[in-house]
Every structure is written in structure tokens, then in C-alpha cells.
């Protein structure tokens, strides 16, 4: 009874060796194939294989950054906290698109138009939009931008995106935008 039982494990451990054995990945077999077609040993097709997955993942890379950098440079309102000048670091990444791409190209112009909410005097309204508008346009010719190819003009409260008397309107309101004249 012993060897009967015995017997049928040593034949299931080979039954599932064998089809562990005989088992194999589809890029394996593509690897292999390939080097059978080509004539290219084991090492020859797997650095090659290598070879084509980095450039593919750099292919990849690539494409993602040119989305991004097409997203950034679609983003032209950069909104600030009240009563703050600076801009926020979350927008810096988008600025430095906005740098690279004036850089490059440096018979582009741009304006930079600057807002305030309705809260405070008609005065310190339009100096809050101006010193907004020279963070980003510092922030701009740091990373490379000539300064000619930037207009700055503030509106302070003249040109709210948003008429209503919420704290989201006001921050709505509370912007620079990136036009093209």
C-alpha cells in the first residue's frame, strides 16, 4: 500500500516538473524565436531585447513630457491667496514651461495681466495686481525669458472673472493671466 501510494506521488511530482519545465513566457519564446531567425546567440538577443524596451520606455518618457509640457503651457491663470504677491509653488513647474517655450522661441511676446478681488481701495487694488504681475515676470526672466518679450499691465479690481461677492469668486478674481497679444 506504501509503494502504491509512494509510486503515485513521485509520478505527479514529475507530471507537474515536466509541465513547469515546458512552460515558458511569450517574451521568452519571441527572445528565442528572434535569435533562431537571426542566427544571434542567447546573449546577443537578450541585450538587444534590452535594448529595444529602453528605448521604448524612453519613446514613452518622451510622449509623456510633451503632454505635460502641452498641458502646462495650456494653463495661462495662475490664482494667488488673498492679499499675497508671490505665487504658489504648485505653479512653478507650469511657469518653468512658460519659461522654456518664451526661451526658445524669443520672438514671442506675451502680457501679463494682473487681478485683484474687490476688497481694499481702487489704488491698492491696481499696486496688489502690479506686484503679482512682477513675481511671475521675476520669475520668468530668472529661468531664462529676455525681458522685451514680456508686457506687464495691472486692473486690480477693473476685470473680475467672477461678479459674485463669495470667497470663491473673490478667489477666482485674485489672478495672472499669460495673454498673447
Do not use: W
Not at 546567440?41 to 529602453?54: F, W
Not at 529676455?146 to 469668486?169: C, L
Amino acid at each position: 500500500m506504501k509503494i502504491n501510494h509512494l509510486f503515485k506521488l513521485v509520478l505527479l511530482l514529475f507530471a507537474l516538473s515536466s509541465v513547469v519545465a515546458c512552460s515558458s513566457t511569450s517574451e521568452e519564446a519571441e527572445t528565442s524565436e528572434v535569435a533562431a531567425d537571426s542566427g544571434e546567440t542567447g546573449i546577443d538577443a537578450t541585450t538587444r531585447r534590452t535594448q529595444e524596451l529602453e528605448e521604448a520606455a524612453a519613446a514613452r518618457a518622451a510622449a509623456a513630457e510633451e503632454r505635460m509640457r502641452r498641458s502646462a503651457l495650456a494653463t495661462r491663470v495662475f490664482y494667488f491667496d488673498f492679499d499675497i504677491s508671490d505665487f504658489r509653488p504648485a505653479d512653478r513647474d507650469v511657469l518653468n514651461f512658460h519659461a522654456q517655450d518664451l526661451a526658445a522661441n524669443s520672438s514671442r511676446r506675451v502680457r501679463l495681466e494682473g487681478h485683484a478681488d474687490e476688497r481694499g481701495t481702487r489704488e491698492y487694488n491696481l499696486a496688489l495686481g502690479e506686484r503679482r504681475t512682477n513675481s511671475i515676470l521675476n520669475y520668468l526672466i530668472v529661468n531664462g525669458v529676455a525681458r522685451n518679450q514680456i508686457e506687464t499691465v495691472s486692473y486690480g479690481e477693473e476685470r473680475p472673472a467672477d461678479r459674485g461677492t463669495s470667497e470663491t469668486a473673490y478667489q477666482r478674481n485674485r489672478r495672472v493671466e499669460i495673454v498673447t497679444p
